[in-house]
């Protein structure tokens, strides 16, 4: 069964930081890695699609990289800004073709 | 011009009550999907829909009940409400059901049993 692990669970950093968020899974046989963004009351926003057979999606200020083999996935925010503060998920999508998600990390940046 | 909508945003409504949520999704889309995130945050799915099929059926209470009209459209029925039930819930939907694609997602509804 595949479980996601995110850590940390909360991240409090200041303004214009380069921060890196962990993920981990236990079943190296995906498809694919998402991560995702969520702000409070809100829904998720896709940020970066990472597919099996790839080594890391960038998109502005985020890069985000998967080491499949060890199960492994991280995204980088780069010059971190306050309106990055949110909760961001990691998921992947196994044989099964449901997406598991982590926990979380919620993250705060201080002006 | 919502890539996937869903109604109401916010349900609140009685133990033993019966309620449904819809979702619609203008993108063209041959799967869709429900997913719960409890009190911790924890997403999980429950169902997924391909082309009107049902195709992932996780462990949920047969008092939840999707149905999909059309490939647009994924509803969620939930009979004889619990406290339990209280979660958001957000419905997804991606190209198809193969494993390559992007899952995009719904603002949810938060649904609170009394």
């Known amino acids: 069964k595949q479980e996601v692990t995110q850590i940390p669970a909360a991240l409090s950093v200041p303004e214009g930081e380069n921060l890196v968020l962990n993920c981990s899974f236990t079943d190296s046989a995906i498809y694919n890695l998402q991560w995702f963004r969520q702000d409070p009351g809100k829904g998720l926003t896709s940020l970066l699609l990472i597919q099996s057979s790839q080594r890391e999606q960038t998109s502005g200020r985020l890069n985000a990289s998967l080491d499949k083999s060890s199960g492994r996935s991280t995204l980088y925010i780069a010059a971190s800004q306050p309106g990055d503060s949110a909760t961001y998920l990691c998921a992947v999508k196994g044989g099964s073709e449901k997406l598991v998600f982590g926990k979380g990390t919620k993250l705060t940046v201080n002006p | 011009d919502t890539a996937v909508s869903q109604t109401p945003k916010y349900l609140v409504t009685q133990m033993g009550n019966d309620k449904s949520i819809k979702c619609e999704q203008n993108l063209g889309h041959d799967t869709m999907y429900w997913y719960k995130q409890d009190s911790k945050k924890f997403l999980k799915i429950m169902f997924s829909y391909n082309n009107k099929e049902l195709i992932i059926n996780e462990t949920v209470p047969n008092r939840f009940s999707p149905k999909s009209p059309d490939k647009a459209h994924l509803n969620l029925h939930i009979n004889s409400l619990e406290l339990g039930d209280s979660a958001v819930y957000f419905c997804?939907?991606?190209?198809?059901?193969?494993?390559?694609?992007?899952?995009?997602f719904g603002p949810g509804t938060r649904l609170t049993v009394t």
């Open positions: 997804a939907s991606s190209p198809g059901s193969g494993g390559s694609y992007e899952q995009y």
